[in-house]
């Protein structure tokens, strides 16, 4: 259950990072509510989750999960840069998370 909890705050994680962008392009209200809940509940599940799993671990994969997702969302959502190099660098970041969790 941890481990599920652990990918849900990721992917809340992602959505926090997104509705930032969004906030700064429109201002709108309900942006700025879906930010404080992505995160919220990003933050919720991370701490469920550390109740099992070694904080590193869990730290380390939240933040990949994190990372890694924003990166997709920009290139996908607006239009950053998809270049080979940085679609690498992405993957380098989740293999390192499927690592983790093989070990760990």
Do not use: Q
Not at 4 to 25: D, H, P, Q, R, Y
Not at 26 to 53: I, N, P, Q, R, Y
């Amino acid at each position: 259950m941890a481990w599920i909890s652990l990918i849900v705050a990721g992917l809340c994680e992602m959505t926090g990072v997104a509705m930032i962008n969004k906030w700064n392009n429109d201002h709108k209200w309900h942006s700025l509510v879906f930010l404080v809940v992505g995160f919220g509940v990003s933050f919720l599940c991370l701490t469920f989750a550390m109740e099992t799993l070694p904080m590193g671990t869990a730290y380390a994969i939240w933040t990949g999960i994190g990372a890694a997702g924003g990166a997709v969302l920009g290139m996908v959502l607006y239009g950053e840069s998809t270049d080979w190099k940085r679609i690498f660098f992405i993957a380098l970041i989740l293999s390192s998370a499927i690592g983790l969790k093989l070990i760990g």
